[in-house]
DNA sequence: CTGAATCCCTGCCGATACTG
DNA sequence: CAGTATCGGCAGGGATTCAG
């Protein structure tokens, strides 16, 4: 009897989790959204250290094309993950920082580490 | 000093996190590759409340065609998650189960659940 | 009942070149 | 320095049809 509270990770009781088809509304499918694309966990690892201009983040990442950064930027940017920032002078720079939002994806990738990690 | 701590989630000090491209060994594109794809998710869901035919599968959502249903369940049970087993008779019949790797997704769903479904 | 085969369409992403 | 514009290849996924 007690395996249930044991076994079932059990989603939320929420009229969102009995969707027939992919929602956009899903919180799930939010969570996936934010993340999808390649390279973007990578983007998201390296704010995750701190904020970083574009060119920071080009040459923390040397295989990325400045359009599929700028695309991935712009991307997180309109999820609420991260914000820019443009610093005043010349020549221009921008800085990139995860907001409270992007912070909080950490445990969540923690989680896909940890069961990406474990073995089989 | 003690918001280190608090505001850290602390990705894994493991060589894998510091690849400078997406790599199919990194535990969180693992993670990641077996959520891939649309639907995959919500065929997941189906089968944490208990093992299911194909045809239940189908008849839980309706507007998955055989062809992806088909295609998300091998790629379920080539990612370790989920297992086909024949049963004897006719009409031939088909269980397909989550694994205990499977069903250890459940956590790693209500990550990204929690994620999405916060307010922002 | 449980799929596989085929076709086609769309969107992603990489490469390259160009701009304020 | 920080992007945008454009193009093309390729894979994902939907509809339909066929098979064991």
């Known amino acids: 009897m007690a395996n249930q509270t044991v076994i079932r990770p059990g989603l939320p009781d929420d009229p969102r989790a009995a969707v027939a088809a ?19 966990t990578l983007v998201i690892r390296e704010l995750l ?6 060119s920071d983040l ?8 400045d359009k ?12 609420g993950v991260a914000e820019r920032h443009r610093l005043p002078g010349r020549p ?5 920082a995860l907001t409270p939002r992007g912070r ?12 990406g990690a474990a073995q089989q």
Chains 1, 2 share one sequence.
């Open 49 to 54: 250290n701190g904020g970083r201009s574009f």
């Open 22 to 40: 992919p929602e956009p509304g899903c919180p799930v499918e939010i969570a996936l959204a934010a993340l999808r694309g390649r390279w973007t």
């Open 92 to 96: 221009v720079r921008t800085r990139y």
């Open 68 to 79: 599929v950064l700028s695309d991935r930027l712009a991307g997180l940017v309109a999820a």
């Open 58 to 65: 080009r040459e923390a990442l040397p295989d990325l094309s």
């Open 104 to 115: 909080d994806l950490g445990p969540v990738l923690q989680a896909l580490w940890d069961w």
